[in-house]
């Protein structure tokens, strides 16, 4: 009996410290979108963190898991298509529009690349999608070269 007793201490304090770093883990993506940052600085954290966390965990068995996270990175990059690039305010003026318009390219193809990564996952095509990841990071470097406000 007393055995009993602590395995189901054991199993009551492993599942609540599971629970409790579960919501950390949101508690710390919401408090990101919260910060006194820019919008776009905050949605391009959460796709950046999401990538990171797709990148780790893409198998077959997390197949709905993933598509969650491809449908919250787009839903990310989305809204930071709305905003501006926090470096146009210090270009000329007569640049701003084309510059705009490469940023606004850029994220299209981003989109387009997570519609490809969504459809490879959801048909377990795992090589496909690991090489789109790549594919990924390599606009994300490109577009922070380009638009990204050097500090």
Same mark, same amino acid.
């Given at each position: ?5 602590? =395995?189901?201490? +054991?199993?009551?304090? %492993? #599942?609540? =410290?599971?629970? @409790?770093?579960? *919501?950390? $883990? @949101?508690?710390?993506?919401? *408090?990101? =979108? ?8 905050? $949605? ?6 999401? =990538? ?6 893409? %198998?077959?068995?997390?197949? #709905?898991? #993933? ?5 919250? +990175?787009?839903? $990310? +990059?989305?809204?930071?298509? &709305? ?6 305010? &210090? ?5 701003? /529009? @084309? ?7 850029? +994220?299209?193809?981003? !989109? /387009? ?8 996952? *959801?048909?377990? #095509?795992? &090589? ?7 594919? !990924?990071? %390599?606009?994300?470097?490109?577009? $922070? ?7």
């Amino acid at each position: 009996m007393k055995r009993l007793s602590y =395995l189901t201490l +054991i199993l009551l304090f %492993t #599942n609540s =410290l599971l629970i @409790s770093t579960t *919501s950390a $883990h @949101s508690r710390e993506a919401e *408090s990101s =979108l919260q910060e006194d940052v820019p919008p776009i600085v905050a $949605h391009m954290r959460q796709v950046n963190q999401n =990538l990171r966390q797709l990148r780790r965990q893409l %198998t077959a068995e997390k197949k #709905n898991e #993933n598509l969650k996270l491809i449908r919250e +990175i787009r839903k $990310h +990059i989305e809204k930071a298509r &709305e905003e501006e690039p926090l470096k146009t305010p &210090e270009l000329p003026a007569r640049e701003r /529009d @084309s510059f705009l318009k490469g940023y606004q390219v850029l +994220i299209d193809k981003v !989109l /387009d690349t997570l519609d490809k990564l969504e459809a490879s996952v *959801s048909d377990g #095509n795992l &090589e496909q999608a690991e090489a789109l990841l790549v594919e !990924l990071n %390599t606009m994300k470097k490109e577009g $922070h070269q380009k638009y990204q406000k050097e500090e």
